[in-house]
Structures are given as structure tokens and as C-alpha cells.
């Protein structure tokens, strides 16, 4: 990135001065000196002097636990009567679970008003009225849907009309919005939001439009909020044909830019310049919310268009199954949820539950091989680019093998993923120890604190757990 200063002899300076201005963060017990640059909200440069090699890489921690046996995994989860139960987690695990939700719920509490202005889900209150969302629904506590209410009227009250998606934009608390209202009786302002969600499609299929198509600030984004309250109002609270007109515009942009660049793959995708590959800002966030409205595309959508993407997107892997972040990038480095093999999982999995085709599978095991070496993560617990969010991989893992081994394809119902997943429960219990920066929001949704919450919640039902604001 920067190559001049990868020259260490340049760096020592740098870091020297850096270390006089208290810039370093880092625990007492980190072994590495770490030095950050920021340049942006999303994208900082790391300069790293690793002195203990043996600790893991740059980016994560060596992973201290004992892989996958079934012995071991007992510790976590309950003996199967067959190997056609689908496993459940060990009462003793899921009480630790809840023991420490309850307390980080508590660590949350004073970061939740901190700064009203961010109302998105991605960074701002948005993102904590998902999480009490998700809480009422899995505790049956109405007291969490009561507080999911306070904070969606907040949020709606400070909309930006600024952006459409349902994780940065206005239309994460749009929908959310029309869902807590619907489910409080509120019937007649769940209508108004729908309504106001679809008065933002005009800018989405309008093909002049700005609009990227990925998935933060983009088409698919807005997508992701029209399937959302489809599945969580009723199931035709948006029709069709707005779904429909959506689709066809994400696809018609990705046929025009592969066109023009005479690309071999049918559709091509650019964000800032840049042709992004990972859930985020890239082709998987893209295929994958796609593949999520399955049921509106047409045969030739998904034969003509989106397999061979996706074929195209297996052959970018890097040896080892990551995902490069971009088209291009020679360096594996990132393995985040935004980049990378956490979130190319998703994508493979439900890939493989579409089409049938082993290559999916075994890209998708691939990628849990990568985040069990690799996701312990030096940035921290978070679910866009943390442990949390890594974690989330196993959950999608877990999920597609017992559904396939459920129509009659595998021997036996999935415990290694959800052992992995535990184990990066029990690394989050750790919350704070073992992070090396704290993130510009630490106590959000996405970056921070909100969002290992989710996943130690979610993980508690393991085949019912999604990844918040991408998976349905
Ligand atoms: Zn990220």
C-alpha cells in the first residue's frame, strides 16, 4: 500500500515518533508493538512490527484451541442419541452464554446514547434497536422490544435521506421501524414506513442514478430491507414487481460494466474505483442478497448470470480458500466478514443449497478452515470485521451441512462447525483482553460491542442464529 514504507529502516522514526504520541494501542500484554495510520472511517493502514512471530500474524492471534474431535466437543454440546440428531449445545455452555450476555448487556448500557446523531444500524442506534429486536424475539421479553421501540423512533426522527440501504441508509430503520410498530399494534405507522421505503426505490432502479450496487451503500442494500419485511411483516408486504425492478436494475448494471470491459464474466461490479469481491462492497454481498430473492428471479437469472459469476468468483480464491478483498490484490491479508472468507461463506453455503454443485461446499469448508486459523482477530470482537462476525461463519456452515444432511445428502449432522463456533464464543467472553485497537464505535452494532452480544445470543439456538443485516 505504502511501499516506501515497508522499508523499516524508514519506519523507525515513524514508529518513534508515534510511540511518543501515545498513538500505539495495544494491552500490556501484547507481545507486538502496533502502530496505527487512520486514513478514513473504513480503511486504515496498519504498520505492524511482529516480535513474536509465534503469536499469530499481523492480523490475528495464533488460535489456542485444540481443533474439532468428539471428544472434545462434548465440553460444548450434548451427546447425540444418532448422528441424525441435530446437536444442542450443553445446558452448562448455554448458562455461560446467557451469564455473559447479561453482563456485557451492562457494559452496553452507558455507550447506547452516546451519540444520537448516527441513527444507522451499521455504527448508530439503529444497530442497538436490532440487537433489543432480536432479544425479544429469543428471550420473549417484551421489555427488550419496549426499548428496540424507544430507540427505532429515535432513529426515525433523524432520518438523513441521504442513503437507501438497510445498514447504512434510511431504510434499516424504515423497515425495522414497520416491524416493531406492526408487532406493537401500531398498525397505521407500520404502513406509513412501508410506504416510505418504497417511495425510495425511484433512485434504486434508476439506472442514471449514482447508486453503487453492493451492499453498504448500494442496490442489493435496499433489496436486503424489501425481503426483510417480507419475512418479518408478511410475506407480501412489497410485491413483486418493485422486487422485480430492483433485481433487474442490480442486473442490469453488472451486465453493462462486464459488457463495456469486455469481461468474461457476465456480470461485473465497481465501487470507488475499485472492483471489490467481498460481502461489503463487493460481487458476494451482491450474488449472495440475489440469491436471497431467489424465489424472484427467473431460471435464466440464475443459470446464465449468476452461476457463471460465481464460478468466476471460485477462481479468484487464494490457495489456501480466502477470498481476495479486490480484484487484483496479490496480499492475503484480510479475513473479515466486509473481506474475505467470513463473509464469502455465506454466499458458498447458500450457493450450494441453490444449485447442488459440491465446488460451493467445498469452497464454503474451505473458508471455515481459513477463519479457524486465521479469525481470531487482532482488530477485535466485532461482527463487520471482528471475531464475532468470524464466528458467524461456522453458524452458515452448521446450518447448510444439517439442512443438505437432511434431504439425504451426508452421513451425519454437523458438530465440528458448531464446536468452532463455540469456541470463538468462549474467545468473546474474553471481551476487551485480546484487541489491539479500539474501534471508532466501540460499542456498535457492527464494530464494537453491540454486535458480539448478538452473535453470543444467537449462537444459543445454532440453527436458527443469522447474521444480522445480511442474512435472512
Ligand atoms: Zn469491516
Not at 463473509?343 to 477463519?371: I, M, N, P, S
Amino acid at each position: 500500500m505504502f511501499p516506501a514504507l515497508q522499508n523499516l529502516r524508514l519506519l523507525f522514526p515513524l514508529l518513534r515518533y508515534l510511540d511518543k504520541t501515545k498513538t500505539v494501542s495495544g494491552g500490556l500484554s501484547n507481545p507486538n508493538k502496533f502502530y496505527r495510520i487512520k486514513l478514513n472511517n473504513h480503511r486504515n493502514i496498519f504498520c505492524c512490527i511482529a516480535r513474536n512471530r509465534k503469536m499469530g500474524d499481523e492480523r490475528s492471534y495464533h488460535n489456542p484451541y485444540d481443533d474439532y474431535d468428539p471428544e472434545r466437543a462434548l465440553e460444548f454440546v450434548n451427546p447425540q442419541e444418532s448422528p441424525h440428531d441435530i446437536p444442542k449445545l450443553k445446558t452448562g455452555f448455554k448458562e455461560k452464554l446467557i451469564a455473559a450476555v447479561d453482563n456485557l448487556l451492562g457494559k452496553l448500557e452507558p455507550g447506547i446514547t452516546a451519540d444520537g446523531r448516527d441513527v444507522s444500524i451499521y455504527t448508530g442506534t439503529t444497530g442497538f434497536a436490532l440487537l433489543f429486536f432480536m432479544l425479544s424475539k429469543k428471550r420473549q421479553d417484551s421489555s427488550f422490544l419496549d426499548r428496540a421501540a424507544r430507540l427505532i423512533d429515535g432513529s426515525l426522527a433523524k432520518l438523513r435521506n441521504r442513503d437507501v440501504t438497510f445498514i447504512i441508509g434510511d431504510a434499516g430503520p424504515l423497515a425495522l421501524g414497520a416491524v416493531i410498530h406492526h408487532l406493537r399494534g401500531n398498525h397505521s405507522m407500520s404502513s406509513q414506513l412501508v410506504e416510505r421505503l418504497k417511495a425510495l426505490s425511484s433512485e434504486v432502479v434508476d439506472l442514471n442514478s449514482d447508486l453503487p450496487d453492493e451492499a453498504l451503500y448500494g442496490r442489493v442494500g435496499y433489496l436486503y430491507a424489501l425481503l426483510y419485511l417480507n419475512q418479518n411483516l408478511a410475506p407480501n408486504t412489497i410485491e413483486d414487481s418493485l422486487i422485480r425492478q430492483v433485481i433487474a436494475a442490480v442486473l442490469a448494471s453488472g451486465k453493462a460494466l462486464a459488457k463495456s470491459e469486455r469481461r468474461k464474466v457476465p456480470l461485473m461490479y465497481v465501487w470507488h474505483g475499485s472492483y471489490y469481491l467481498g460481502a461489503a462492497h463487493g460481487i458476494v454481498g451482491i450474488l449472495y442478497t440475489l440469491l436471497l430473492a431467489k424465489d424472484h428471479l427467473t431460471d435464466s437469472e440464475l443459470t446464465e448470470y449468476i452461476r457463471p459469476t460465481l464460478d468466476f468468483l471460485l477462481s479468484t480464491s487464494y490457495p489456501g480458500g480466502n477470498l481476495p478483498s479486490s480484484m487484483g490484490s496479490g496480499r492475503d491479508r484480510l479475513v473479515h466478514w466486509c473481506h474475505g472468507a467470513p463473509g464469502a461463506v455465506h454466499l458458498y453455503c447458500l450457493a450450494y443449497e441453490v444449485f447442488g454443485d459440491q465446488r460451493y461446499l467445498d469452497a464454503a469448508k474451505k473458508c471455515g478452515d481459513v477463519v479457524w486459523q486465521r479469525g481470531l482477530l487482532r482488530k477485535g470482537y466485532g461482527i463487520c470485521h471482528g471475531v464475532a462476525g468470524n464466528a458467524y461463519t461456522f453458524l452458515a456452515l452448521h446450518q447448510t451441512l444439517n439442512r443438505s444432511q437432511a434431504k439425504g445428502l451426508g452421513e451425519a449432522k454437523d458438530v465440528l462447525n458448531l464446536y468452532r463456533a463455540c469456541r470463538f464464543a468462549e474467545w468473546c467472553t474474553t471481551f476487551n483482553q485480546h484487541q489491539e485497537r479500539t474501534p471508532d464505535r466501540p460499542y456498535s452494532l457492527f464494530e464494537g460491542l453491540a454486535g458480539t452480544i448478538y452473535f453470543m445470543n444467537d449462537l444459543q439456538d445454532p440453527m436458527e442464529a443469522r447474521f444480522p443485516a445480511f442474512a435472512l
